[in-house]
């Protein structure tokens, strides 16, 4: 097994916090009616900052800095372990709409919900929330490999507006098919937007990251 993978093992086995993979299950509120369902998205970016924290609170940074690694793979395993959890949530949430959008369109209460439906427009906001986490939080953190609290508020403040972005649109004259609990094609420029944002500004960040640990005098 080579470096790289031995850090994965050591992010995903070791430094994470369990609520890192219990915050998984935030995934389920695509499940609830009248309620603003990409709240589940943070939450699950909630579940990963406790990683973050757990590791700062046990010197990981320092401790894995000293090993014989690159200090590039260091912040290489940081945003693997951060994009699976968030794919793995990601795709529990696309199983439960697909679950709804089949059998539970037309069934009170989501024939009837207001607020966001899972569909695919939902998928693609989830998508940006995430987005936001890896450039805003993780990219932040990496500034100093230890400060926490102020990078997270700003990803709380951003989460914040998509998540009302999101739930103000399907308001707006013309785009009514957003929230449609039945595929429609209006939905994919959402989905895919939010899939380019993801992979775009995850990529982006990870670079950036890179760049500004090397600089950090450990």
């Not at 372990?81 to 795709?91: E, H, M, P, R």
């Not at 693609?124 to 102020?150: D, E, P």
């Not at 739930?167 to 895919?192: A, I, K, R």
Request: proline share 3%.
């Amino acid at each position: 097994m080579n470096k790289r993978n031995l850090l994965l093992k050591k992010e995903m086995l070791l430094t994470a916090s369990p609520k890192s993979y219990i915050f998984i299950a935030f995934a389920l509120m695509a499940m609830i009616p009248q309620y603003p369902i990409l709240l589940g998205a943070f939450f699950v970016c909630l579940g990963i900052f406790g990683s973050f924290q757990a590791a700062r609170e046990a010197g990981d940074i320092f401790y894995t800095n000293m090993l014989p690694v690159e200090k590039k793979d260091v912040v290489k395993s940081k945003y693997i372990f951060t994009v699976t959890i968030q794919l793995i949530a990601w795709l529990l949430m696309y199983v439960l709409t697909e679950l709804r959008m089949e059998f539970l369109a037309d069934v009170v209460p989501y024939s009837i919900n207001t607020l966001m439906n899972a569909n695919y427009a939902y998928l693609g906001w989830n998508l940006i929330i995430f987005a936001a986490f890896n450039t805003i939080f993780v990219g932040k953190f990496f500034k100093t490999a230890y400060k926490l609290g102020i990078p997270f508020l700003m990803f709380g403040i951003a989460s914040a507006l998509i998540i009302s972005l999101g739930e103000s649109f399907h308001f707006f004259p013309g785009m009514e098919s957003l929230n449609d609990t039945h595929f429609q094609m209006s939905q994919l420029w959402v989905f895919f937007s939010g899939i380019a944002i993801y992979i775009i500004g995850t990529v982006l960040s990870l670079i950036v990251s890179i760049k500004r640990f090397e600089k950090i005098d450990l």
